[in-house]
């Protein structure tokens, strides 16, 4: 295992004469070709022939050099057992692959068992264990088992007809480099804009590779499988506790102890779970306000497969344990920021001759994505590291938050003269998770760190992209990236893009996204890759198969668009949710008149052609004879959970509301209607004179009126309201608007007997003088009975 420490041996790299066995039914015919290992990833028998040289040369002495009396030993085998295509499907059929893996392998044309899938022949390895081998791991990918043999009976196990050949298993002694750690403050954390994620002081190093946009976008890797191998994980850390919350830590394994126990226990050094923190963290991180990682909505596999402590090296054989453990449990993307050399040199790194590099190639020829990082030997040229050198994986190298090139980071290219890295993100003071407590963070440097990065991405590439191998992965987030037109063995194909790598292949915009309804759109094909069919579903029925069309919408609604090219890769889909919106949403405070000193009410009535989950409403009024007195939910809104004032100036006549569907209580959204939503209640001056109108507007707040969809927030059309008090005649007790004796009875009911019988003051109070007394009532008697004057009006 390395950190960014090299080693280096003079060996050779062996080059193998493969045979594959091709059979039906009975016969087969052979076809023998220099190759390096077996072609396992066919559903036929795969039989491989002996090397010329079964231990490499070297090899022997440098496992002397170990100082043990054991060599710690790879024994690959030239079968398993089947040699014909009816012991092959006998043996295949006792396979069960979980749906989750059938799914995964179908977008790489593979359709049931391949030869890597059956057990490694059992007698064999008796056989070797009879000799005084000491069994460790045993790998389907490989046709291989990992044993601790006395030096002595290397020669035997060697000339044993069904050893194809031996090699050491690679690893590192002693323990792990020192990690230079940035103390941060706590008071030192920063918030991102309100309205969206809160990142932290994670936001820069997510920024970089266009992150938040692709998190705005929808896209979190959820329902992606993430396997992470490191060294251990501080699970009770607040930056995991969500994902343990929700049950997405589907599995843990630790291949050190044989446990599933992946944070610290009896045995570990201390530091154990240090690195494994940092990775799962800089990934999948949620700790809102501190941190978030690309993929903070993936489900987990945590594989602890490096042992740290100095007595005790970390070797590649765990690593390879771990990978076919993630694939059986359906891992689409693996990350690893661990690299393994030791008695491999450079002429080694050509791809497909380490024994981790063979099992990272099997993994990508199944579905898996595989992340590794470069190693931190740079900058001298051609000091990366197996498994960086596999390839159809990610190898990723470091930059600083500039965009620069890391010093440290491994530089390419491989031994066959391939370009590496493929991509780079931030791998210097990159802000994640520590082992100090359950909540402390640091930054840590490393291309341990931009890895887990560019990992979480694929997980947001694959949500997004379900159908896509990893071929395509790879290529999308390669070709997107900040130096795709001059790649080189420094930056590889530069600094990823996790938007620019979801559009990859098909994609499209259009000239609008979201207005009142009808619109006319127009559509724009931006397809990378070349094709000669347009294939466009516009979400409301219509269709098309130009390349750039012209749609018109009429009704209101959230509609999705999808874009289908045919390509050199098959069809590719784009699909953007909720891509076009069309509003028809009007609020209408809805006016009220009363008599003076009544109470009014305003009702807020919306119609929202969209799901909603906030509502802002502010208002004001004239205050010529209103009062404010309170606000309520309105019948569409009664189960609400969140009625907040976020403006409360009674002074000035001013407030502002805040709707809130969920606050923390899982109520849904707001359904697309018409209807009240809020009441705003109000007194009314009792001197007020009739016809009178106070306006209730939101046009003048400071705060804008606002609904909130899930997609985004929008203002609807605004109708303003007032508050009118009621035509009265002074006299006109009753309000029936005639002075009759009818108004007389009413005051005497209103003055003597306590009746509500007096429609306003103003109605009442005959003399004018804004009291109701007997004055009022004598002032009626004479105007109707003595010929007095009529009441004033107003």
């Known amino acids: 295992m390395r950190f960014g420490l090299s080693m280096s041996y003079s060996l050779t790299r062996p080059v193998l004469a493969v045979t594959a066995i091709l059979l039906a039914t009975t016969c087969f015919s052979s076809t023998v070709f220099a190759y390096e290992v077996p072609d396992g990833l066919s559903p036929t028998p795969v039989v491989i022939q002996k090397a010329i040289d079964v231990i490499p040369q070297g090899a022997i002495s440098f496992l002397k050099q170990r100082d043990s009396k054991t060599a710690r030993i790879w024994v690959f085998f030239t079968d398993k057992g089947v040699r014909t295509m009816s012991e092959f499907q006998a043996s295949a059929a006792s396979i069960t692959l979980s749906e989750k893996v059938k799914a995964r392998r179908a977008k790489v044309g593979i359709t049931g068992p391949v030869f890597a899938d059956l057990p490694v022949r059992k007698s064999y390895v008796e056989q070797i264990v009879n000799l005084g081998g000491t069994l460790r791991r045993e790998s389907k990918y490989l046709n291989a088992a990992s044993f601790d043999l006395p030096h002595e009976t290397l020669n035997q196990v060697a000339s044993l007809p069904f050893v194809a050949r031996l090699q050491p298993v690679s690893r590192h002694v002693g323990p792990l480099p020192q990690v230079e750690i940035s103390r941060v403050s706590d008071l030192d954390l920063r918030t991102a804009d309100p309205s969206a994620l809160d990142y932290g002081l994670a936001l820069d190093q997510l920024q970089q590779i266009n992150v938040p946009a692709a998190h705005e976008l929808g896209y979190n890797g959820a329902g992606v499988t993430f396997a992470i191998f490191d060294t251990g994980y501080r699970e009770a850390h607040d930056a995991f506790a969500q994902h343990y919350a929700d049950g997405r830590v589907l599995a843990e394994w630790d291949f050190v102890f044989g446990d599933g126990n992946t944070s610290n226990e009896i045995g570990d050094n201390s530091g154990q779970w240090d690195h494994g923190t940092y990775i799962w963290s800089t990934a999948g991180g949620l700790k809102p306000g501190v941190t978030y990682g690309p993929a903070y909505g993936a489900n987990f596999l945590l594989a602890k497969t490096e042992d740290i402590r100095s007595e005790t090296p970390a070797e590649e054989d765990n690593w390879v344990a771990a990978v076919e453990w993630a694939d059986s449990l359906g891992a689409d993307v693996i990350t690893s920021s661990l690299t393994y050399s030791d008695w491999y040199n450079y002429g080694w790194y050509v791809g497909d001759s380490a024994a981790i590099s063979i099992a990272a190639n099997t993994a990508t020829a199944l579905g898996i994505v595989v992340c590794n990082a470069m190693g931190n030997s740079g900058p001298a040229s051609g000091t990366l590291f197996p498994p960086a050198d596999a390839f159809e994986i990610l190898s990723c190298g470091a930059v600083d938050v500039n965009g620069s090139l890391a010093s440290f980071s491994s530089r390419g290219p491989t031994a066959d003269g391939r370009i590496k890295p493929e991509v780079c993100a931030q791998g210097v003071a990159t802000y994640c998770a520590t082992t100090t407590s359950d909540g402390s963070y640091s930054t840590v440097s490393g291309t341990s760190l931009s890895t887990p990065l560019i990992a979480g991405v694929v997980c947001q590439l694959i949500q997004a992209r379900p159908t896509f191998t990893p071929q395509m992965i790879r290529l999308a987030l390669m070709e997107t990236a900040s130096r795709a037109s001059t790649p080189d063995n420094a930056y590889g194909w530069g600094i990823i893009d996790a938007v620019a790598a979801i559009g990859w292949g098909s994609n499209f915009t259009a000239d609008i996204t979201s207005g009142d309804s009808p619109i006319t759109v127009q559509f724009t094909d931006q397809s990378t890759l070349s094709t000669s069919s347009w294939d466009w579903d516009f979400g409301d029925g219509g269709t098309s198969t130009i390349q750039n069309p012209t749609h018109t919408y009429t009704n209101p609604g959230v509609y999705d668009v999808s874009l ?231």
């Open 564 to 794: 289908t090219i045919n390509t050199t890769y098959g069809p590719i889909t784009s699909n953007k949710p909720a891509y076009i919106m069309l509003f028809g949403d009007t609020i209408t405070y809805r006016s009220d008149s009363v008599y003076a000193g009544d109470d009014a009410v305003i009702s807020v009535e919306l119609t929202n052609s969209q799901e909603l989950n906030r509502i802002i409403i502010p208002f004001e009024y004239d205050g010529n004879f209103l009062s404010y007195d309170s606000t309520t939910l309105g019948s569409r809104t009664s189960y609400f959970e969140g009625l907040n004032p976020l403006i409360f100036s009674p002074g000035i006549n001013r407030f502002t509301f805040e709707l809130i569907a969920d606050q923390g209580g899982g109520a849904p959204n707001l359904p697309p209607g018409s209807g009240e939503v809020l009441k705003i209640f109000f007194s009314t001056d009792l001197t007020a004179f009739g016809s009178e109108v106070d306006n209730v507007d939101s046009t003048n707040s400071s705060h804008t009126l606002s609904v909130t969809s899930p997609y985004l927030t929008y203002n609807p059309v605004f109708h303003a309201g007032s508050i009118n008090t009621r035509f009265v005649i002074r006299g006109d007790a009753n309000g029936d608007l005639d002075i009759n004796v009818a108004d007389i009875t009413a005051m005497v009911g209103w003055l003597f007997r306590g009746f509500d019988t007096i429609v306003s003051l103003q109605a009442g109070d005959a003399t004018s003088d804004f009291v109701l007394n007997v004055n009022d009532l004598n002032y009626l008697v004479d105007y109707l009975f003595r010929n007095g004057p009529p009441p004033a009006t107003p």
